[in-house]
């Protein structure tokens, strides 16, 4: 089963304006984490964003904030004011069982959204 | 942030010939470090998980005699690529997590290999 789903290939978003990037995940631990990450075609993953399974508020950095609906397991990664440098793909993560097997730390993907700002 | 580097960028060699791959954590130490691979408009597919002084553990499909993994240190790991072959050809990425730093996972600039 896809551990993480990012149903949107590609989105179109004019620059200054606000845009979601959706993503659902499937776990049944209790305990894990969510990243989003950006990469240009430059191809460096750019960490960007971190939701912690037991954090009571929604994660912020700046202009990207995440939309964490932890009954529907949705992640979304909203990105306000546009800028042409967001263009790049994102991909969304989870790590599951945060707590004690090293085994489980690994970061599982999705399958990424390209985004794509226009003047 | 955190910085880790990769080394080299990118490396064209020949079938047959082996092909190593270092993975540096600058400013943190990192129990743990992960090597994944990545096709053209793809997303990153896991190889395996490196911890410091043990064993890497492969998953699965990915062979073990082939792509050799140590992390010799806290701040090292390296990916050998035995006997390349032009399948091979790809983008390697390796990532790191910051020793108790669990919320946090930070990725090399990544090394494209060519295979001819």
């Known amino acids: 089963a896809q551990k993480i789903t990012q149903t949107q290939p590609g989105m179109f978003v004019q620059e200054k304006e606000a845009v979601t990037l959706d993503c659902t995940y499937d776990t049944s631990d209790p305990s894990y984490g969510l990243f989003w990450y950006k990469q240009p075609s430059s191809g460096e993953m750019i960490f960007l964003i971190y939701?912690?399974?037991?954090?009571?508020q929604n994660a912020t950095e700046g202009r990207y904030s995440l939309n964490f609906q932890k009954a529907r397991k949705s992640a979304n990664l909203v990105i306000s004011a546009s800028q042409l440098g967001d263009s790049a793909m994102y991909f969304c993560a989870m790590r599951e069982g945060l707590q004690g097997n090293t085994g489980f730390q690994k970061l599982v993907f999705g399958t990424g959204t390209r985004l794509l700002v226009s003047p | 942030g955190a910085v880790v580097s990769q080394h080299p960028s990118w490396v064209i060699c020949k079938s047959g010939t082996s092909v190593k791959i270092e993975c540096r954590s600058l400013d943190f130490q990192a129990t743990t470090m992960f090597w994944y691979r990545q096709f053209p408009k793809q997303s990153l597919m896991l190889m395996a998980t490196s911890n410091e002084g043990s064993k890497a553990t492969y998953e699965q499909g990915v062979e073990k005699d082939k792509f050799l993994i140590n992390h010799a240190s806290l701040t090292l790991s390296t990916l050998t690529v035995t006997s390349a072959h032009p399948e091979d050809s790809s983008f390697y990425i390796c990532s790191a997590i910051p020793s108790g730093r669990a919320r946090e996972q930070y990725f090399g600039p990544g090394t494209r290999l060519t295979v001819t």
């Open positions: 939701q912690g399974s037991y954090d009571q």
